[in-house]
């Protein structure tokens, strides 16, 4: 048993590379999650038709799914953390399951809510553990920022598939085009399951390590962190969900307003509008794939800082623009404002080591719902100013990202875990 254990943990620590079969796969299954959530939204101009919805009770779909698949992460996160749950990956897809079939098939309002609350569940239980099985996946390469990368851009990309989802899907065949995303959803169980499978065996390594870590150490014990750390760490760990919270609240600007913008701008039809909106998501889904090696490379909080203040200047262009460098604008725009989406979760698991489910709650969830819902406030701001008006303070909102010099430096994130 005890040479079976001391296999065990030579095999893990000869794997120097990331496992990128693992590392794929987690990341097309957040691409077919994200590609059911965006259904969601996208569907809210066939149910005003098909179920005559008020705007009101659009919004409170929304609310809705931005409540159990964003705001309850965290709460996914502590208690995986606790008891890491490799079948919760699975089951919370066949939530997703439910809820999309019942999306498709609901004759009421109640029963839209009941449905989109399924595939919030789902989605909330994927996330937190999806994060997990990616941090796992490059635990002993040291490319947390690329493996991130992978499994973020996946999320992005089906984000960025809702304008096609509407046009090839919604508009033809209805509320009743929804049930093909249960195809979706059971691909996605089936894919999980084999990553469930691994992600067991690789707490039964980690489980290997720890015990010859215990034993090496002869009953020694880890002293708590210092209290000026702590401090640290809480101040910055604030200040990270805070600047996530802004630039979801400017994706949020973007992808809610800006079509509304620029149809009244340039009398563009609602298609027209759509492409803007579609180059933003695109490019902003290659941004993230790319910020993590980046990441890797120039340092976690630089490229932090570049996505905020990089954006700043060219955000301020926007609303002064001509037709054709908008759509310059909106690309390079998106590019570089979500380069930091992945980096800031591989940061902030970085910066309190030993909650990966926990901290990519907060950072991916909660910060990113609250982003979502912040565009409640600008639609209301919208109502009493006006649309143009609000948009020029959606494009103020990356100047946010100087208190980015505040994070603690990477070397000093390192010191902070000794």
Known sequence: MEIEKKRIVTKANKVHQPMYNILFIIGLVHLLNDSIQSVVPAMFPILEQSMGLSYTQLGLIAFALNLTASIIQPVVGVYTDKKPSPYAL???????????????????????????????????TFHPEGSRVAYMASSSSGKRGLAQSIFQVGGNTGQALAPLITALILVPLGQFGAVWFAIVAALAVGLLMYIAKWYSEQIKIQHSINQTKTNHSKGSKQLPPHGEKRKIVFYSISLLIFLVFARSWFHSGITNFFAFYIIDKFSLSISQAQVYIFLFLAAGAIGTFAGGPLADRFGKRNMIFFSMLGSAPLALLLPHTGIFMTYVLVAVIGFIILSSFSVTVVYAQELVPGKIGTVSGLIIGLA????????????????????????????????IGILTMFLPSDRKLKEINQ
Request: charged residues 0%; glycine residues 14%; aromatic residues 8%.
């Open 90 to 124: 699975p089951i919370g897809l066949c939530f997703t399951f439910v809820g999309v079939i019942g999306l498709a098939l609901s004759p009421s309002f109640p029963m839209i809510i009941l449905s989109v609350i399924f595939i919030g569940l789902g989605s909330a």
């Open 368 to 399: 990113f719902g609250m982003g979502a819902v912040g565009s409640v406030a600008l639609g209301w701001i919208a109502d009493l100013i006006g649309l143009s008006n609000t948009m020029l303070i959606i494009v103020s909102i990356p100047l």
